[in-house]
């Protein structure tokens, strides 16, 4: 673990090892906050900020602090890092606070948090966990506003609705209605719309992972060309 | 040997939580004004959709009388202010807080803002957890049914009218949900009788006084 490349970090984080749709870690607020994509993309920028700052600092200790007292160590550092955020967020983005409520300092409890500073913070040095923290991060909130586009989509008919909340009044007109006077489609705002979209995205994924993996097996399975006696003659130095 | 490692790692989590502490305190009073700021703002930009800033000239989340779950009729939770609206001193509005209990999915907060001549001047939800879709149409985000309310009065329409026309009364009720906007239309109602009730005392007891009998 000590060799870290950054590209298997992405990988990992991105893809491999999603923490929404792989570890399936964190799922409470992945599936309460997404019926818009303005709360997806405020939950998603809380969780990241929250993840760097917890991976960053329990990689700092990480040499100080003994096994028998890390996790209540590492829990005092995600609480106040969440509770520091929180407070910042109800200073400048006060609506968005307003909508999130209680996911906000229920971010403490996000398994994907604990998770990362145990698993990998607390063996690396500052500058791989805290990329660690902003990738994972990142690959919680893809899958964050990916539902959350979804099911603005299909339950509303318009997509980007109330992005003034986060972005200021100059995102007021952001909103995109794609389809005219369309019926709201219930199931998918309500919370059985979530699992069902989660549901399908994570078999979207698995399709995905199986067509490479078929690609890959039948790109061996072909015999090269020319390969089949291979003399070796002597060293080319 | 191990006495000394316990010790050890009492002190470090110790200091932990010394470190932690000093971090939030320091985020919390250098974000502290800012937010109470913002909480300010949020509260006064329901008021001015109610009572625009041409109406009145006065500051009025500084003039206010506060009630409590005592105050007849508004079925509030817990303690709440009522605003007033001045210009050149004379009251020329109130927004009265007032709770529905019986929304689809629990109680539906609302302000009710009433003219000096008794009607409405405008009704807003302040916090509710209706379906979305259905009920939550009563939030003017979702749908200007709320407006719906402006202008009218204890006697316009009748108390029969004061219903969702399903009930045979003047007021749309929303397709699929009908139990939100009752609890909405009669929460309005209890709010325009309270003020009627208490006609004197809101128009005319000077600011930060609680209205006599109650709280």
């Known amino acids: 673990m000590s060799d870290v490349s950054y590209r298997e970090l992405s990988l990992n984080g991105l893809w491999k090892n999603n923490p929404a749709i792989v570890q399936l870690l964190g799922l409470c607020p992945l599936l309460a906050v997404t019926g818009s994509v303005v709360n997806a993309i405020g939950l998603a920028a809380a969780t990241t900020l929250v993840l760097i700052c917890s991976n960053t600092s329990v990689s700092l200790i990480r040499n100080i602090v003994s096994d028998a007292i890390r996790l209540p160590a590492f829990v005092m550092i995600i609480a106040s890092a969440v509770t520091c955020i929180e407070l910042l967020m109800q200073a400048f983005a006060f609506e968005l606070y307003e909508i999130l409520g209680i996911f906000l300092p229920l971010i403490t409890t996000n398994c994907v948090i604990l998770g990362r500073a145990d698993g990998f913070a607390s063996r690396n040095a500052i500058a791989p966990a805290a990329y660690d923290g902003l990738i994972m991060g990142v690959g919680f909130g893809v899958v964050l506003v990916l539902l959350g586009a979804l099911r603005e989509l299909l339950g509303t008919g318009a997509l980007f609705a109330n992005m003034d909340l986060l972005f200021g009044p100059g995102a007021a007109d952001w909103k995109i209605t794609l389809i005219n006077d369309y019926p709201n489609f219930l199931l998918a705002i309500l919370p059985p719309g979530a699992f069902i979209f989660t549901g399908l995205i994570i078999a979207g994924k698995n399709l995905i992972d199986a067509q490479i993996k078929r690609r890959q097996d039948a790109l061996k399975a072909r015999p090269v060309k020319g390969a089949k006696r291979v003399r070796v003659t002597g060293h080319i130095s | 040997m191990l006495g000394r490692s316990i010790a050890r790692n009492s002190w470090l989590l110790a200091l932990f939580a010394v470190v932690t502490t000093v971090l939030i305190t320091g985020t919390y009073l250098l974000t502290r004004d800012r937010i109470s700021e913002q909480k300010r703002l949020a509260e006064e930009k329901a008021l001015l959709e109610i009572v625009p800033r041409d109406r ?81 149409k009563v939030d003017i985000k979702k749908s200007d049914w709320i407006l719906g309310f402006n202008g009218k009065s204890l006697d316009n329409p009748q108390p029969a009218g004061w219903a969702v026309k399903k009930d045979k009364g003047v007021f749309d009720q929303f397709t699929g949900a009908t139990i939100t906007p009752r609890a909405v239309i009669a929460a309005t109602r209890r709010a325009l009788l309270y003020v009627s009730a208490n006609d004197t005392t809101l128009f005319e007891r000077p600011a930060d006084e609680t209205v006599a009998g109650e709280k």
């Open chain 2, 56 to 136: 009145h000239d006065n500051s009025m989340l500084d003039d206010i009388i506060n009630v409590g779950p005592e105050a007849a009729g508004l079925g509030l939770i817990q303690d709440k202010r009522i605003y007033r609206a001045r210009l050149a001193g004379e009251v020329v509005a109130t927004i009265v807080p007032v709770t529905a209990p019986d929304g689809y999915t629990g109680a539906i907060d609302l302000i009710v803002g009433v003219n000096a001549d008794g009607s409405i001047a405008g009704v807003r939800t302040l916090s509710h957890k209706e379906t979305p879709g259905l009920g939550d």
